[in-house]
Protein backbone atom coordinates (compact mmCIF):
# COMPACT_ATOMS: atom_id res chain seq x y z
CA UNK A 1 0.00 0.00 0.00
CA UNK A 2 1.09 3.66 -0.93
CA UNK A 3 2.10 5.89 1.61
CA UNK A 4 -0.52 9.16 1.94
CA UNK A 5 1.19 12.11 0.50
CA UNK A 6 0.67 15.79 0.66
CA UNK A 7 -0.16 17.43 -2.83
CA UNK A 8 0.86 21.01 -3.23
CA UNK A 9 -0.38 22.91 -6.36
CA UNK A 10 1.57 26.04 -6.94
CA UNK A 11 -0.37 27.78 -9.13
CA UNK A 12 -4.04 26.11 -8.44
CA UNK A 13 -6.01 28.57 -10.30
CA UNK A 14 -4.02 28.71 -13.18
CA UNK A 15 -4.69 27.55 -16.91
CA UNK A 16 -2.69 24.30 -16.16
CA UNK A 17 -4.32 23.49 -12.96
CA UNK A 18 -8.08 24.11 -14.49
CA UNK A 19 -7.28 22.30 -17.27
CA UNK A 20 -5.49 19.39 -16.75
CA UNK A 21 -4.24 19.11 -13.02
CA UNK A 22 -7.38 19.00 -11.22
CA UNK A 23 -9.08 17.00 -13.57
CA UNK A 24 -6.72 14.38 -13.81
CA UNK A 25 -6.61 14.23 -9.84
CA UNK A 26 -10.38 13.71 -10.23
CA UNK A 27 -9.83 11.00 -12.43
CA UNK A 28 -7.50 9.50 -10.07
CA UNK A 29 -10.07 9.81 -7.31
CA UNK A 30 -12.72 8.17 -9.41
CA UNK A 31 -10.27 4.67 -10.15
CA UNK A 32 -9.57 4.46 -6.15
CA UNK A 33 -6.13 5.48 -6.96
CA UNK A 34 -4.86 8.55 -4.43
CA UNK A 35 -3.36 6.88 -1.49
CA UNK A 36 -5.74 6.76 1.68
CA UNK A 37 -5.30 9.71 3.64
CA UNK A 38 -3.61 12.07 1.29
CA UNK A 39 -4.28 15.95 0.79
CA UNK A 40 -4.25 18.20 -2.25
CA UNK A 41 -3.12 21.68 -1.02
CA UNK A 42 -3.64 24.56 -3.45
CA UNK A 43 -1.69 27.47 -3.26
CA UNK A 44 -2.03 30.77 -5.08
CA UNK A 45 -2.39 34.79 -4.75
CA UNK A 46 -5.91 34.67 -4.77
CA UNK A 47 -7.65 34.30 -1.54
CA UNK A 48 -10.22 31.71 -0.97
CA UNK A 49 -11.34 29.70 2.00
CA UNK A 50 -11.62 26.43 2.39
CA UNK A 51 -15.57 25.57 1.41
CA UNK A 52 -15.40 28.94 -1.31
CA UNK A 53 -12.22 26.52 -2.96
CA UNK A 54 -14.05 23.49 -2.92
CA UNK A 55 -16.72 25.26 -4.90
CA UNK A 56 -14.39 26.41 -7.25
CA UNK A 57 -13.21 23.43 -7.92
CA UNK A 58 -16.82 21.71 -8.45
CA UNK A 59 -17.67 24.19 -11.10
CA UNK A 60 -14.23 23.42 -12.39
CA UNK A 61 -14.57 20.41 -13.38
CA UNK A 62 -18.17 20.61 -14.21
CA UNK A 63 -17.26 20.47 -17.93
CA UNK A 64 -13.96 18.65 -17.36
CA UNK A 65 -14.80 15.32 -15.44
CA UNK A 66 -15.05 12.52 -18.02
CA UNK A 67 -19.27 11.59 -18.27
CA UNK A 68 -19.79 14.59 -16.25
CA UNK A 69 -19.36 15.05 -12.41
CA UNK A 70 -20.27 12.44 -10.38
CA UNK A 71 -21.49 13.65 -6.71
CA UNK A 72 -19.59 10.57 -4.90
CA UNK A 73 -16.78 10.91 -6.06
CA UNK A 74 -16.12 14.71 -5.26
CA UNK A 75 -17.20 13.71 -2.27
CA UNK A 76 -14.54 11.78 -1.49
CA UNK A 77 -12.10 14.35 -3.59
CA UNK A 78 -13.58 17.15 -1.32
CA UNK A 79 -12.41 16.11 1.97
CA UNK A 80 -8.57 16.04 0.47
CA UNK A 81 -9.51 19.65 -0.67
CA UNK A 82 -7.67 22.73 1.02
CA UNK A 83 -6.20 25.97 -0.06
CA UNK A 84 -3.68 28.27 1.36
CA UNK A 85 -3.94 31.30 -0.01
CA UNK A 86 0.22 33.98 -0.49
CA UNK A 87 3.22 35.24 -2.30
CA UNK A 88 4.69 31.97 -2.97
CA UNK A 89 8.20 33.77 -3.55
CA UNK A 90 7.45 34.75 0.11
CA UNK A 91 8.98 32.92 3.24
CA UNK A 92 5.90 33.90 5.40
CA UNK A 93 3.90 32.47 3.19
CA UNK A 94 5.84 29.45 2.86
CA UNK A 95 5.99 29.32 6.61
CA UNK A 96 1.72 29.89 6.55
CA UNK A 97 1.72 26.69 4.61
CA UNK A 98 4.03 24.64 6.69
CA UNK A 99 2.06 25.81 9.65
CA UNK A 100 -1.46 24.86 8.28
CA UNK A 101 0.36 21.29 7.23
CA UNK A 102 1.21 20.83 10.77
CA UNK A 103 -1.88 22.02 12.36
CA UNK A 104 -4.02 19.73 9.89
CA UNK A 105 -1.91 16.94 10.64
CA UNK A 106 -1.81 16.48 6.90
CA UNK A 107 0.72 13.64 5.64
CA UNK A 108 4.25 14.43 5.84
CA UNK A 109 5.41 13.02 2.81
CA UNK A 110 5.41 16.13 0.23
CA UNK A 111 5.00 16.89 -3.30
CA UNK A 112 5.34 20.35 -4.83
CA UNK A 113 3.74 20.70 -7.91
CA UNK A 114 5.09 24.13 -10.05
CA UNK A 115 2.21 24.97 -12.39
CA UNK A 116 3.23 28.48 -12.36
CA UNK A 117 5.39 30.99 -14.14
CA UNK A 118 8.82 29.36 -15.53
CA UNK A 119 10.17 32.44 -14.02
CA UNK A 120 9.21 32.16 -10.42
CA UNK A 121 10.48 28.21 -10.38
CA UNK A 122 13.84 28.98 -8.63
CA UNK A 123 12.66 31.85 -6.27
CA UNK A 124 9.54 29.28 -5.37
CA UNK A 125 12.04 26.26 -4.68
CA UNK A 126 14.36 28.68 -2.63
CA UNK A 127 11.26 30.05 -0.73
CA UNK A 128 10.58 26.28 0.42
CA UNK A 129 14.27 25.88 1.08
CA UNK A 130 14.26 28.61 3.26
CA UNK A 131 11.20 27.60 5.71
CA UNK A 132 12.97 23.97 5.57
CA UNK A 133 10.07 22.25 4.06
CA UNK A 134 12.31 20.52 1.27
CA UNK A 135 14.17 18.75 4.12
CA UNK A 136 12.97 15.38 4.49
CA UNK A 137 13.30 14.48 8.48
CA UNK A 138 9.84 13.03 8.26
CA UNK A 139 8.93 11.99 5.01
CA UNK A 140 9.61 12.41 1.29
CA UNK A 141 9.64 15.17 -0.54
CA UNK A 142 9.60 15.44 -5.08
CA UNK A 143 9.64 18.41 -6.92
CA UNK A 144 8.01 18.77 -9.87
CA UNK A 145 8.67 21.24 -13.14
CA UNK A 146 6.64 21.85 -15.78
CA UNK A 147 7.65 22.51 -19.12
CA UNK A 148 9.38 24.83 -20.60
CA UNK A 149 13.13 23.92 -18.84
CA UNK A 150 14.93 26.74 -19.45
CA UNK A 151 14.72 28.68 -22.49
CA UNK A 152 18.58 27.91 -24.44
CA UNK A 153 21.23 25.85 -23.12
CA UNK A 154 22.53 28.05 -20.26
CA UNK A 155 19.52 28.75 -18.72
CA UNK A 156 18.40 25.80 -18.49
CA UNK A 157 21.78 24.68 -16.83
CA UNK A 158 21.33 27.67 -14.76
CA UNK A 159 17.67 26.69 -13.61
CA UNK A 160 19.15 23.12 -12.76
CA UNK A 161 21.81 24.05 -10.60
CA UNK A 162 19.60 26.25 -8.86
CA UNK A 163 17.29 23.59 -7.71
CA UNK A 164 20.16 21.13 -7.36
CA UNK A 165 21.07 23.84 -4.31
CA UNK A 166 17.94 22.39 -2.11
CA UNK A 167 16.91 18.89 -3.86
CA UNK A 168 18.33 15.85 -5.39
CA UNK A 169 18.01 14.41 -9.01
CA UNK A 170 16.43 12.08 -7.60
CA UNK A 171 13.67 14.23 -5.81
CA UNK A 172 12.99 15.95 -9.27
CA UNK A 173 9.90 15.23 -11.74
CA UNK A 174 10.89 17.42 -15.19
CA UNK A 175 7.60 16.77 -17.10
CA UNK A 176 6.98 16.69 -21.03
CA UNK A 177 3.53 15.66 -21.33
CA UNK A 178 3.92 13.89 -24.60
CA UNK A 179 5.52 11.21 -22.98
CA UNK A 180 2.49 10.44 -21.20
CA UNK A 181 0.57 9.42 -24.01
CA UNK A 182 -0.21 6.27 -24.46
CA UNK A 183 0.06 5.85 -28.11
CA UNK A 184 3.94 7.59 -27.32
CA UNK A 185 4.32 4.62 -24.87
CA UNK A 186 3.13 2.12 -27.76
CA UNK A 187 5.72 3.35 -29.59
CA UNK A 188 8.01 1.34 -27.58
CA UNK A 189 5.52 -1.71 -26.96
CA UNK A 190 5.24 -1.81 -30.98
CA UNK A 191 8.98 -1.73 -32.12
CA UNK A 192 10.23 -4.02 -29.17
CA UNK A 193 7.09 -6.37 -28.50
CA UNK A 194 7.07 -7.48 -32.06
CA UNK A 195 9.94 -9.16 -33.35
CA UNK A 196 9.21 -8.59 -37.10
CA UNK A 197 10.19 -5.17 -36.90
CA UNK A 198 13.58 -5.29 -35.95
CA UNK A 199 15.55 -6.43 -38.84
CA UNK A 200 13.22 -3.19 -40.85
CA UNK A 201 14.19 -0.83 -37.99
CA UNK A 202 17.29 0.44 -39.78
CA UNK A 203 19.07 2.70 -42.63
CA UNK A 204 18.57 -0.45 -45.22
CA UNK A 205 15.27 -0.15 -44.92
CA UNK A 206 13.62 3.06 -43.76
CA UNK A 207 13.99 5.86 -46.29
CA UNK A 208 13.26 9.03 -43.99
CA UNK A 209 10.94 9.67 -40.63
CA UNK A 210 8.52 12.34 -40.48
CA UNK A 211 7.25 13.56 -36.88
CA UNK A 212 4.83 16.20 -37.65
CA UNK A 213 2.72 17.72 -34.85
CA UNK A 214 0.04 20.50 -36.21
CA UNK A 215 -2.34 22.52 -34.10
CA UNK A 216 -5.54 24.39 -35.28
CA UNK A 217 -5.59 26.81 -32.53
CA UNK A 218 -3.53 29.96 -32.46
CA UNK A 219 -1.94 31.25 -29.64
CA UNK A 220 -5.31 31.36 -27.75
CA UNK A 221 -4.21 35.03 -26.34
CA UNK A 222 -0.74 33.74 -24.38
CA UNK A 223 0.90 36.24 -26.14
CA UNK A 224 3.05 37.31 -23.50
CA UNK A 225 4.00 33.86 -23.05
CA UNK A 226 4.54 32.79 -26.60
CA UNK A 227 5.92 35.70 -28.07
CA UNK A 228 9.91 35.36 -28.28
CA UNK A 229 9.82 31.29 -27.06
CA UNK A 230 8.71 30.42 -30.42
CA UNK A 231 7.60 26.99 -32.14
CA UNK A 232 11.51 25.47 -31.83
CA UNK A 233 11.99 26.37 -28.39
CA UNK A 234 7.73 25.60 -27.62
CA UNK A 235 7.24 22.12 -29.62
CA UNK A 236 10.72 20.79 -31.21
CA UNK A 237 13.31 21.38 -28.51
CA UNK A 238 10.48 19.29 -25.86
CA UNK A 239 8.05 16.47 -27.82
CA UNK A 240 9.48 16.38 -31.16
CA UNK A 241 12.90 15.24 -30.09
CA UNK A 242 11.20 12.86 -27.44
CA UNK A 243 9.17 11.14 -30.00
CA UNK A 244 12.01 10.98 -31.90
CA UNK A 245 14.01 9.46 -29.46
CA UNK A 246 11.60 6.70 -28.87
CA UNK A 247 11.36 5.59 -32.52
CA UNK A 248 15.10 5.70 -32.80
CA UNK A 249 16.73 4.30 -29.87
CA UNK A 250 18.11 1.24 -29.24
CA UNK A 251 16.08 -1.26 -26.88
CA UNK A 252 16.97 -0.55 -23.65
CA UNK A 253 18.30 -3.46 -21.05
CA UNK A 254 15.25 -2.99 -19.22
CA UNK A 255 12.54 -0.92 -18.55
CA UNK A 256 13.55 0.97 -15.37
CA UNK A 257 14.17 4.57 -16.09
CA UNK A 258 17.75 5.18 -15.97
CA UNK A 259 17.95 2.62 -18.28
CA UNK A 260 15.32 4.51 -20.52
CA UNK A 261 17.19 7.68 -20.03
CA UNK A 262 20.17 6.37 -21.00
CA UNK A 263 19.16 5.17 -24.50
CA UNK A 264 16.83 8.23 -25.21
CA UNK A 265 20.26 10.24 -24.40
CA UNK A 266 22.38 7.72 -26.53
CA UNK A 267 20.39 8.99 -29.33
CA UNK A 268 20.21 13.20 -28.25
CA UNK A 269 24.14 12.61 -28.50
CA UNK A 270 24.34 10.91 -31.71
CA UNK A 271 22.48 13.79 -33.47
CA UNK A 272 24.75 15.48 -36.02
CA UNK A 273 25.07 19.10 -34.65
CA UNK A 274 23.74 21.70 -37.38
CA UNK A 275 26.53 24.11 -37.89
CA UNK A 276 26.02 27.72 -38.16
CA UNK A 277 26.41 28.24 -42.03
CA UNK A 278 24.13 24.95 -42.51
CA UNK A 279 21.27 26.59 -40.13
CA UNK A 280 18.71 27.08 -43.48
CA UNK A 281 18.92 23.72 -45.35
CA UNK A 282 18.38 22.11 -41.72
CA UNK A 283 15.61 24.92 -40.62
CA UNK A 284 12.68 26.49 -41.56
CA UNK A 285 10.14 28.70 -39.50
CA UNK A 286 7.12 30.52 -40.47
CA UNK A 287 4.33 32.77 -39.04
CA UNK A 288 0.37 32.32 -40.02
CA UNK A 289 -1.14 35.28 -41.93
CA UNK A 290 -5.02 35.66 -41.52
CA UNK A 291 -6.78 32.75 -43.45
CA UNK A 292 -9.61 30.29 -42.77
CA UNK A 293 -9.44 27.43 -39.91
CA UNK A 294 -12.77 25.17 -39.79
CA UNK A 295 -14.79 27.66 -41.75
CA UNK A 296 -13.43 30.62 -39.79
CA UNK A 297 -12.20 33.21 -40.63
CA UNK A 298 -9.00 33.86 -38.48
CA UNK A 299 -6.63 37.16 -38.03
CA UNK A 300 -2.95 36.73 -38.39
CA UNK A 301 -0.38 35.86 -35.74
CA UNK A 302 0.61 39.61 -35.90
CA UNK A 303 -2.91 40.96 -35.58
CA UNK A 304 -3.32 38.82 -31.95
CA UNK A 305 -3.55 40.56 -29.03
CA UNK A 306 -0.38 41.41 -26.97
CA UNK A 307 1.64 40.64 -30.59
CA UNK A 308 4.10 43.60 -30.95
CA UNK A 309 3.96 44.73 -34.74
CA UNK A 310 6.80 43.40 -35.89
CA UNK A 311 7.49 40.47 -34.09
CA UNK A 312 9.25 37.42 -35.93
CA UNK A 313 9.09 34.97 -33.66
CA UNK A 314 7.81 31.82 -35.38
CA UNK A 315 4.51 30.01 -35.45
CA UNK A 316 5.66 27.09 -37.68
CA UNK A 317 9.13 25.60 -37.44
CA UNK A 318 10.88 22.60 -39.51
CA UNK A 319 14.06 20.48 -38.87
CA UNK A 320 15.72 18.45 -40.13
CA UNK A 321 18.27 15.73 -38.53
CA UNK A 322 21.12 13.04 -39.05
CA UNK A 323 21.52 10.56 -36.35
CA UNK A 324 25.11 9.81 -36.66
CA UNK A 325 25.28 5.84 -35.44
CA UNK A 326 24.91 2.80 -36.85
CA UNK A 327 21.55 2.52 -36.89
CA UNK A 328 20.47 5.44 -38.85
CA UNK A 329 23.34 7.14 -40.43
CA UNK A 330 22.45 9.18 -43.47
CA UNK A 331 18.40 8.76 -43.24
CA UNK A 332 16.82 12.23 -42.96
CA UNK A 333 14.14 12.53 -39.75
CA UNK A 334 11.95 15.85 -39.95
CA UNK A 335 9.99 17.43 -37.78
CA UNK A 336 7.66 19.72 -38.03
CA UNK A 337 4.73 21.78 -35.73
CA UNK A 338 2.89 24.62 -36.44
CA UNK A 339 -0.33 26.21 -35.34
CA UNK A 340 -3.21 27.44 -36.65
CA UNK A 341 -2.47 24.60 -39.27
CA UNK A 342 -5.44 22.71 -41.32
CA UNK A 343 -5.66 20.13 -38.84
CA UNK A 344 -4.72 19.09 -35.27
CA UNK A 345 -2.79 16.14 -35.14
CA UNK A 346 0.40 14.48 -34.07
CA UNK A 347 1.34 11.86 -36.07
CA UNK A 348 4.93 9.53 -36.43
CA UNK A 349 5.50 8.76 -40.64
CA UNK A 350 7.93 6.19 -41.18
CA UNK A 351 8.97 5.86 -45.54
CA UNK A 352 10.51 2.34 -46.26
CA UNK A 353 12.81 2.44 -49.44
CA UNK A 354 11.57 1.27 -52.70
CA UNK A 355 12.03 -2.58 -53.46
CA UNK A 356 15.60 -2.91 -54.89
CA UNK A 357 14.77 -4.24 -58.72
CA UNK A 358 12.40 -2.34 -60.24
CA UNK A 359 10.38 -5.43 -61.23
CA UNK A 360 7.19 -3.72 -62.71
CA UNK A 361 8.24 -1.18 -64.69
CA UNK A 362 6.99 -2.73 -67.90
CA UNK A 363 3.38 -3.05 -66.71
CA UNK A 364 0.87 -0.48 -65.86
CA UNK A 365 2.17 -0.07 -62.75
CA UNK A 366 5.30 1.51 -63.87
CA UNK A 367 6.01 3.16 -60.31
CA UNK A 368 5.33 1.37 -56.69
CA UNK A 369 4.82 3.43 -54.05
CA UNK A 370 6.54 2.61 -50.88
CA UNK A 371 5.28 1.27 -47.40
CA UNK A 372 4.89 3.28 -44.33
CA UNK A 373 4.45 3.05 -41.00
CA UNK A 374 2.15 5.36 -39.87
CA UNK A 375 1.77 5.98 -35.64
CA UNK A 376 -1.10 8.51 -35.53
CA UNK A 377 -0.52 9.93 -31.61
CA UNK A 378 -3.59 12.24 -31.46
CA UNK A 379 -5.94 12.86 -31.27
CA UNK A 380 -6.23 9.12 -33.65
CA UNK A 381 -4.20 6.53 -31.82
CA UNK A 382 -3.37 4.58 -34.67
CA UNK A 383 -1.04 1.75 -36.20
CA UNK A 384 -0.79 1.66 -39.50
CA UNK A 385 0.82 -0.33 -42.01
CA UNK A 386 0.82 0.65 -45.72
CA UNK A 387 1.49 -2.38 -48.08
CA UNK A 388 0.78 -2.52 -52.19
CA UNK A 389 -1.64 -4.81 -53.49
CA UNK A 390 -3.13 -5.99 -56.63
CA UNK A 391 -6.13 -4.50 -57.41
CA UNK A 392 -9.21 -7.13 -58.33
CA UNK A 393 -9.67 -7.51 -62.31
CA UNK A 394 -8.17 -8.39 -65.22
CA UNK A 395 -5.45 -5.13 -65.39
CA UNK A 396 -2.36 -5.18 -63.26
CA UNK A 397 -3.00 -2.67 -61.00
CA UNK A 398 -1.99 -1.89 -57.77
CA UNK A 399 -3.56 0.27 -54.76
CA UNK A 400 -2.69 0.99 -51.57
CA UNK A 401 -3.82 -1.15 -48.10
CA UNK A 402 -3.65 -0.69 -44.57
CA UNK A 403 -2.99 -3.03 -42.22
CA UNK A 404 -4.28 -1.61 -39.03
CA UNK A 405 -2.35 -2.45 -36.05
CA UNK A 406 -4.96 -0.85 -33.82
CA UNK A 407 -8.06 0.67 -33.48
CA UNK A 408 -7.65 4.14 -35.73
CA UNK A 409 -10.49 5.68 -34.25
CA UNK A 410 -11.60 8.17 -31.71
CA UNK A 411 -12.36 6.12 -28.33
CA UNK A 412 -15.04 7.42 -25.82
CA UNK A 413 -12.42 6.82 -23.23
CA UNK A 414 -9.64 9.37 -23.49
CA UNK A 415 -7.29 8.82 -20.98
CA UNK A 416 -4.97 12.37 -20.24
CA UNK A 417 -1.45 12.14 -20.17
CA UNK A 418 -1.52 14.12 -17.17
CA UNK A 419 -3.44 10.85 -15.54
CA UNK A 420 -0.77 8.81 -15.72
CA UNK A 421 1.82 11.63 -14.98
CA UNK A 422 0.32 12.46 -11.80
CA UNK A 423 0.23 8.72 -10.47
CA UNK A 424 3.93 8.08 -11.69
CA UNK A 425 4.81 10.69 -9.08
CA UNK A 426 2.58 9.46 -6.33
CA UNK A 427 4.14 6.14 -6.81
CA UNK A 428 7.62 7.75 -7.48
CA UNK A 429 8.29 6.23 -11.09
CA UNK A 430 10.31 8.51 -13.10
CA UNK A 431 10.17 7.09 -16.40
CA UNK A 432 8.14 8.91 -18.04
CA UNK A 433 10.62 12.24 -16.73
CA UNK A 434 13.06 13.67 -18.13
CA UNK A 435 16.59 13.35 -16.84
CA UNK A 436 18.74 16.62 -16.88
CA UNK A 437 20.89 15.38 -19.39
CA UNK A 438 18.08 14.42 -21.82
CA UNK A 439 17.28 18.24 -21.37
CA UNK A 440 20.73 19.59 -22.05
CA UNK A 441 21.86 17.54 -25.12
CA UNK A 442 17.85 18.42 -26.43
CA UNK A 443 18.82 22.38 -26.22
CA UNK A 444 22.50 21.49 -27.58
CA UNK A 445 20.41 20.00 -30.95
CA UNK A 446 18.46 23.40 -30.97
CA UNK A 447 20.80 25.83 -29.81
CA UNK A 448 22.62 26.48 -33.21
CA UNK A 449 19.37 27.14 -34.71
CA UNK A 450 17.37 29.46 -32.47
CA UNK A 451 20.62 31.25 -31.87
CA UNK A 452 20.81 32.60 -35.60
CA UNK A 453 17.25 32.87 -35.69
CA UNK A 454 17.50 35.57 -32.80
CA UNK A 455 20.25 37.31 -35.13
CA UNK A 456 17.80 37.07 -38.64
CA UNK A 457 14.94 39.43 -37.57
CA UNK A 458 14.15 41.62 -40.28
CA UNK A 459 11.88 38.36 -42.07
CA UNK A 460 10.02 35.74 -41.64
CA UNK A 461 8.38 33.81 -44.28
CA UNK A 462 3.93 33.14 -43.72
CA UNK A 463 1.19 30.82 -44.40
CA UNK A 464 -2.46 31.42 -44.31
CA UNK A 465 -3.96 30.09 -40.93
CA UNK A 466 -5.77 26.71 -41.64
CA UNK A 467 -2.89 25.55 -44.37
CA UNK A 468 -0.30 22.81 -43.44
CA UNK A 469 2.22 25.40 -43.92
CA UNK A 470 4.27 27.20 -46.12
CA UNK A 471 5.31 25.98 -49.54
CA UNK A 472 8.89 26.76 -49.17
CA UNK A 473 9.51 24.38 -46.33
CA UNK A 474 10.10 21.60 -48.96
CA UNK A 475 13.74 22.85 -49.61
CA UNK A 476 14.21 21.03 -46.94
CA UNK A 477 13.73 17.26 -48.17
CA UNK A 478 16.83 15.21 -49.13
CA UNK A 479 15.21 13.89 -52.55
CA UNK A 480 12.28 15.04 -54.99
CA UNK A 481 10.19 12.33 -54.42
CA UNK A 482 9.73 13.66 -50.29
CA UNK A 483 7.16 15.16 -49.62
CA UNK A 484 4.97 15.48 -45.90
CA UNK A 485 2.24 13.18 -44.82
CA UNK A 486 -0.03 15.28 -43.75
CA UNK A 487 -1.74 13.96 -40.72
CA UNK A 488 -3.12 10.14 -41.31
CA UNK A 489 -4.51 10.12 -45.17
CA UNK A 490 -2.32 8.98 -47.94
CA UNK A 491 -1.08 11.46 -50.95
CA UNK A 492 -1.72 10.13 -53.88
CA UNK A 493 1.12 10.38 -55.70
N1 LIG B 1 -1.56 26.03 -19.65
C1 LIG B 1 -1.10 25.00 -20.30
O1 LIG B 1 -1.81 24.40 -21.12
C2 LIG B 1 0.29 24.49 -20.05
C3 LIG B 1 0.73 23.36 -20.77
C4 LIG B 1 2.02 22.87 -20.52
C5 LIG B 1 2.83 23.50 -19.59
N2 LIG B 1 2.38 24.60 -18.91
C6 LIG B 1 3.27 25.22 -17.92
O2 LIG B 1 2.60 25.24 -16.66
C7 LIG B 1 2.97 26.39 -15.92
C8 LIG B 1 1.71 27.16 -15.53
O3 LIG B 1 1.07 27.60 -16.71
P1 LIG B 1 -0.39 28.23 -16.69
O4 LIG B 1 -0.80 28.34 -18.10
O5 LIG B 1 -1.26 27.50 -15.75
O6 LIG B 1 -0.09 29.70 -16.12
P2 LIG B 1 -1.17 30.74 -15.55
O7 LIG B 1 -2.51 30.46 -16.06
O8 LIG B 1 -0.55 32.07 -15.76
O9 LIG B 1 -1.19 30.41 -13.98
C9 LIG B 1 -0.14 30.75 -13.12
C10 LIG B 1 -0.55 30.51 -11.68
O10 LIG B 1 0.51 30.93 -10.83
C11 LIG B 1 -0.03 31.75 -9.79
N3 LIG B 1 0.98 32.73 -9.44
C12 LIG B 1 1.70 33.48 -10.32
N4 LIG B 1 2.58 34.24 -9.63
C13 LIG B 1 2.38 33.96 -8.31
C14 LIG B 1 2.97 34.41 -7.10
N5 LIG B 1 3.97 35.31 -7.13
N6 LIG B 1 2.54 33.90 -5.90
C15 LIG B 1 1.54 32.98 -5.88
N7 LIG B 1 0.95 32.50 -6.99
C16 LIG B 1 1.35 32.99 -8.19
C17 LIG B 1 -1.29 32.35 -10.35
O11 LIG B 1 -2.24 32.49 -9.33
P3 LIG B 1 -2.76 33.88 -8.78
O12 LIG B 1 -2.66 34.87 -9.91
O13 LIG B 1 -4.11 33.60 -8.29
O14 LIG B 1 -1.80 34.16 -7.72
C18 LIG B 1 -1.80 31.22 -11.24
O15 LIG B 1 -2.54 30.30 -10.46
C19 LIG B 1 3.92 27.18 -16.83
O16 LIG B 1 5.23 26.83 -16.53
C20 LIG B 1 3.57 26.69 -18.22
O17 LIG B 1 4.65 26.81 -19.10
C21 LIG B 1 1.13 25.11 -19.13
Keep these: MLAPCTFIVFGATGNLARIKLLPAIYHLEEVGRIPDGSAIVGFSRRKFSNDEWREHVASTLKDKARGGLKNEVFERLSKRLHMVSGEMTDADSLQNLKTYIDANNL ?8 AIPPTQYTKVSQAIADTGLHQEEQGWRRLVIEKPFGYDSESAQVLNAKLHEHFTEKQIFRIDHYLGKAMVQNVLIFRFANLMLEPLWNRNYIDHVQITHSESLGISGRAAFYDGVGAMRDMIQSHLLQMLTLVAMEPPPNLDAESLRDEKVKVLKSIRPIAKRAVNAHAFRAQYGAGEVNGEHVQAYLQEEGVPAHSTTETYAALKLYIDNWRWRNVPFYLRTGKRMAQNSSVISIRFKHPPQQLFRQTQIEKIKPNWIILGIQPHECMRIEMQVKQPGLELNTHTTSLDASYCTHTDYQLDAYEALLLDIIENDRSL ?22 IERDYIHTYPAGSWGPPEVNKLFDRDDHYWRDALDQKED
Design 107 to 114: PKNLIFYM
Design 433 to 454: FLRYDEIAWAWGVVDPVIKQWD
